[in-house]
């Protein structure tokens, strides 16, 4: 990895995607799958199954996801390389647990001493692990993600134990589902050093899913970085930038994602991320900046899953997916 990739990792590190420039564990915020990148990054309500939803909100971890295992991978700017996994299983009196990594890997970075001259190389990543587990009451879902989160860079490294809590209501015979989610709830066990300060990038989340009735769409839409509702990021030395208005500033905490149910086995989806496209535009060009677009498709016992999402202008990256049910490829003999 050359110089201007250890800049796109201190980009990544600020908090580039939800201007939480702030925080530490911004990896935890990104999007886990396909699914979620083409829904437009943000998304912790959904009427359909998938086992990486749990990741987002664990009040979506569901029985009908038992046995089921899912990995995500993203390629990132440089020689970054995002991937997920996913898996759940029910036990008869316990319930449904989840277990889950996410894992991003920054490549190797070249060293410089204060001269410029080369002194070799070195790895960074951050990783967490993931346990799930829902309960229902009724129309309501509870759950809970215990994470433990790893940061490393040189010699240098931070962990951090987090809470995610979540709670849904799901209506009993439509497609329709509320939720409420606190993400990142914890706190820093270990500091890079004895003068950095970490910290989580704690959210407040509320999402909306529903689909009406004879029309072949479902509608996702999920306000998120509700603890701060004025943060936005803005530089009135810049004389290119104009100050955010209230509407502006209001959906910079509103993520809207469209499915297109062109079939059971078959979906198309659209995202628009308002945060995205407005800190990560250029001033004399938006271009697709916030957008995303992808689709899935079934096949037996898996199901693959691609999103393009765009989040400067510049260029975009492709999100990859595959989930399969284990119980159908371990009971049948043909899977294809």
Do not use: C
């Not at 359909?48 to 749990?54: C, H, P, R």
């Not at 990995?71 to 889950?100: P, Q």
């Not at 060293?111 to 002194?119: H, K, Q, R, W």
């Not at 260029?315 to 399969?324: I, P």
């Amino acid at each position: 990895m050359k110089k201007p990739a250890v800049v796109i990792l201190l980009w990544i590190q600020a908090g580039f995607l939800f201007a939480q420039i702030d925080n530490s564990f911004q990896y935890l915020d990104l999007p886990i799958g396909a699914r979620v990148a083409g829904l437009g990054g943000v998304i912790n309500t959904s009427t359909d199954d998938d086992v990486n939803l749990f990741l987002s909100n664990p009040a979506l971890l569901d029985s009908a996801n038992d046995n089921h295992v899912s990995w995500s991978y993203l390629g990132f700017y440089a020689d970054v390389k995002y991937n997920t996994l996913a898996y759940a299983k029910t036990f008869k009196k316990a319930g449904t647990f989840g277990i889950g990594i996410q894992h991003l890997g920054y490549g190797s970075i070249d060293s410089y001493d204060a001269s410029g001259n080369s002194i070799g190389s070195f790895d960074a990543n951050e990783t967490a692990l993931v346990v799930s587990h829902s309960h229902q009451l009724s129309v309501f879902k509870l759950g809970m993600n215990l994470k433990y989160a790893y940061s490393g860079i040189y010699t240098y490294n931070s962990s951090a134990l987090a809470l995610d809590i979540g709670g849904a209501f799901i209506h009993p015979e439509k497609e329709f589902m509320v939720s409420v989610l606190f993400k990142n709830v914890g706190f820093v066990m270990s500091e890079y050093s004895d003068t950095s300060n970490s910290s989580l990038p704690t959210d407040l989340q509320v999402g909306l899913t529903f689909k009406p009735e004879h029309m072949p769409f479902r509608f996702s839409f999920t306000g998120h970085n509700l603890f701060d509702l004025n943060e936005t990021y803005y530089d009135e030395n810049l004389a290119s930038n104009e100050e955010p208005d209230v509407v502006d500033r209001i959906f910079r905490h509103i993520n809207i994602g469209t499915e297109i149910l062109l079939s059971r086995n078959f979906n198309i989806r659209l995202g628009y991320n308002h945060l995205v496209r407005k800190e990560l535009s250029l001033s004399e060009k938006s271009g697709l900046s916030g957008m995303s677009m992808g689709l899935m498709a079934r096949i037996k016992a898996f199901e693959l899953s691609y999103t393009f999402t765009t989040y400067h202008v510049d260029s975009g990256r492709s999100y990859f997916t595959l989930t399969s049910n284990l119980n159908r490829v371990f009971k049948k003999k043909s899977i294809i």
